[in-house]
T-cell receptor
Framework: GIQVEQSPPDLILQEGANSTLRCNFSDSVNNLQWFHQNPWGQLINLFYIPSGTKQNGRLSATTVATERYSLLYISSSQTTDSGVYFCAVPHRWGNKLVFGAGTILRVKS | DAEITQSPRHKITETGRQVTLACHQTWNHNNMFWYRQDLGHGLRLIHYSYGVQDTNKGEVSDGYSVSRSNTEDLPLTLESAASSQTSVYFC??????????FGEGSRLTVL
């Protein structure tokens, strides 16, 4: 099946810093999602981004499907950005999402 | 607002008991999924359904079952709970574009 790798596994930032999280996948996909799991455990949809670039406030994402990777940019980080960031892509057959292991982000004030 | 809800949010049970976790969505999505999340394993797919009367096994389906009698609900049943099934369980739904929306999770402890 498709493999999803995220990097870095852990990241510690000072409040106000910028960061880039990466998601590599082993097969061609027709969509990709980024999620934020907050410290309370909720999985929050950030982006549904099959290709191209999307922006939502301080966050933006870019997917280059032909090169099998996606990037999540966080600018001017805040302590509320802390948590785990997951990317997920669909399995070849159907709409079952396969998740990466996540990037644990800690933003310190 | 349409939403997806899980119940109970927290449950403690004993080994060997039957447990059912409920998942209800009001988006009228055909596709529904159950995942479990464990430290060191991330989110893994248990069962899924693409419509009424359709159910399929995911990668970690042993010891679990689901049924889909209507569009809105996909209950997850643990026939005989085991300590290895202590986990956080997430239900998700989607239209079929591949975009999924998750419930808030159900934390299950099996003693």
């Amino acid at each position: 099946g498709i493999q999803v790798e995220q990097s870095p596994p852990d990241l510690i930032l000072q409040e106000g810093a910028n960061s880039t999280l990466r998601c590599n996948f082993s097969d061609s996909v027709n969509n990709l999602q980024w999620f934020h799991q907050n410290p309370w455990g909720q999985l929050i949809n950030l982006f549904y981004i099959p290709s191209g670039t999307k922006q939502n406030g301080r966050l933006s994402a870019t997917t280059v499907a032909t090169e099998r990777y996606s990037l999540l940019y966080i600018s001017s980080s805040q302590t509320t950005d802390s948590g785990v960031y997951f990317c997920a892509v669909p399995h070849r057959w159907g709409n079952k999402l396969v998740f990466g292991a996540g990037t644990i982000l800690r933003v310190k004030s | 607002d349409a939403e997806i809800t899980q119940s109970p949010r927290h449950k403690i049970t004993e080994t060997g008991r039957q447990v059912t976790l409920a998942c209800h969505q009001t988006w009228n999505h055909n596709n529904m999924f159950w995942y479990r999340q464990d430290l060191g394993h991330g989110l893994r797919l248990i069962h899924y359904s693409y419509g009424v009367q359709d159910t399929n096994k995911g990668e970690v389906s042993d010891g679990y079952s689901v049924s889909r009698s209507n569009t809105e609900d996909l209950p997850l049943t643990l026939e005989s709970a085991a300590s290895s099934q202590t986990s956080v369980y997430f239900c998700a739904s989607g239209r079929g574009t591949g975009e999924l929306f998750f419930g808030e999770g159900s934390r299950l402890t099996v003693l």
